[in-house]
C-alpha cells in the first residue's frame, strides 16, 4: 500500500475515530456495487463506504446501493459517468463497448495469480496513469483497484474435455466470452442476479462468476453442478470510479481520505476472498459440486491457443488498448 497511498491518506486511516461526528455532512454520495445485500462481498464494499464515512468524521455520508437496488451491474459505469450514482464497482466486461481499455484492466484468459506482479503491472509498469487517463476522458476518477479471485466456469452437465465446450451456451462477458467462442461455446452476455434462474430455465448451459464466491452466494450449484478445472484467468483486477464533477467538489483532504478509504478496501477484498474461496468450495461440494477431472496435455495445449490471439485483438480496440497491450508484451519479454 505504501507504493499507492500519500503518506497523509495512511495516516488518516490510522487515525480514523470509531464513530462518525453528528455533524451534518457535506457530501452526500451514492455508491453502486455488484453484489446483493447479504453476501460476502457486499458487505466489503460496505465497509468501504463505512470507512469513509468514519475517516472524514462525517462530512462524507455514503449510500450504498446494492444489485438491483436502482441500477443494473451493467449499468453502473454509465450511472457513475452521468453522476446519476456517485460512485461505483463496476464489472468493466458489462461496458466493454463504452471502455474497451477495461477488459485489458480486469485481466485476460491466461493472465497470472501473482497479486505481487498484477500490482507491478499498475503502478510500477504504467497501467495506472493509462488508465488514469481512460477513465478521465469518461468524466471519472480511477481509484484504487482491487484484486479478486480466480475465474471458473460452472456447468449444468459435465465438461470432460475441451470438446464438451462445443455448442454450449455460457455466461461469459468480455474477453471471457471470445475465449470461449474459441473453443466453440456461444457467449452470452447476462448480470450476476441472471445467472440462477438463466441457469434453472436453460436459457444458459453453464456460467463464468467473477470468483468462485460468486458462484456460491448466488445458489448456483443448485442448478448446475459441474466446475471446470482450469480457470479463465488466475485473477482478476477491478476498479473503484467516482464521478469527476462530484470528486472535483471535494477539498484536498477528502479526497486523501477516499483514496485512503480504497487502498484499505483493496487489502480486505484480497485477503478475505481468500480465506471465503476455500470456504465456498467446501461449501458447494457439500451440495454436490463435483470438479471436472485433470486436464489432458491436449486439453492444456487448446486452451492456451484460444487464448493466444486475445492480446492483438484488444490492441486494435483502441490507444489505450494499444498502450497497456505493449506493456503486456515487453513484460512477457
Known amino acids: 500500500m505504501s507504493r499507492r497511498v500519500t503518506a497523509g491518506a495512511l495516516a488518516l486511516a490510522l487515525s ?22 447479504g453476501t460476502a462481498f457486499g458487505e466489503v464494499y460496505q465497509s468501504l463506504a463505512d470507512n469513509i464515512e468514519k475517516m472524514s468524521d462525517g462530512r462524507i455520508s ?27 464497482a ?37 497501467w495506472q496513469a493509462i488508465l488514469e487517463e481512460a477513465y478521465a476522458e469518461h468524466g471519472l476518477v480511477w481509484l484504487e483497484p482491487y484484486i479478486q479471485p480466480p475465474v471458473y466456469i460452472l456447468t449444468k452437465e459435465p465438461v470432460n474435455s475441451v470438446e464438451d ?3 454450449l451456451k455460457i455466461r461469459a462477458p468480455g474477453a471471457y466470452g471470445k475465449f470461449l467462442r474459441n473453443l466453440g461455446a456461444s457467449p452470452v452476455n447476462l448480470t450476476w442476479g441472471e445467472i440462477y434462474t438463466s441457469l434453472s430455465t436453460g436459457v444458459i448451459d453453464g456460467s463464468i462468476g467473477s470468483n468462485l464466491i460468486d458462484h456460491r452466494d448466488g445458489n448456483h450449484v443448485e442448478v448446475a453442478k459441474y466446475m471446470y478445472r482450469m480457470p479463465l484467468a488466475g485473477a482478476q483486477v477491478l476498479p473503484v470510479i467516482v464521478n469527476q464533477s462530484a470528486w472535483n467538489k471535494l477539498p484536498d483532504d477528502l479526497k486523501e481520505i477516499v483514496r485512503g478509504a480504497t487502498a484499505i478496501h483493496a487489502q480486505e477484498q ?12 467446501a461449501d458447494m461440494e457439500e451440495k454436490g459440486m463435483k470438479w471436472s477431472p485433470e486436464p489432458s496435455e491436449a486439453d492444456k495445449a ?23 497491450i505493449d506493456v503486456l508484451k515487453k513484460d512477457a519479454m
Not at 27 to 34: I, T, V, Y
Not at 95 to 104: D, K, R, S, T
Not at 270 to 281: C, D, M, N, V, Y
Not at 312 to 320: I, Q, T
Open 16 to 37: 480514523a475515530g470509531a464513530s462518525v461526528s453528528v455533524v451534518a455532512a457535506e457530501h452526500n454520495w451514492r455508491f453502486a456495487n455488484l453484489y446483493s445485500r
Open 62 to 88: 455514503v449510500q450504498m446501493m446494492y444489485a438491483g437496488e436502482g441500477v443494473s451491474t451493467n449499468g453502473i459505469f454509465g450511472a457513475v459517468k452521468s453522476g446519476l450514482i456517485t460512485m461505483g
Open 90 to 126: 463496476p464489472f468493466q466486461p458489462m461496458h466493454a463497448g463504452e471502455m474497451p481499455a477495461g477488459i485489458i484492466e480486469v485481466g485476460l484468459p491466461g493472465g497470472t495469480d501473482n497479486p505481487a506482479e498484477l500490482m507491478d503491472l499498475f503502478y510500477e509498469k504504467g
Open 165 to 167: 465446450f462445443q455448442g
Open 270 to 281: 484480497l485477503t478475505k476472498s481468500r480465506l471465503w474461496e476455500a470456504q465456498a468450495i
Open 302 to 324: 487448446a486452451w492456451k491457443a484460444a487464448g493466444a490471439n486475445l492480446w492483438d485483438e484488444y490492441a486494435k480496440e483502441g490507444p489505450f488498448s494499444a498502450r497497456m
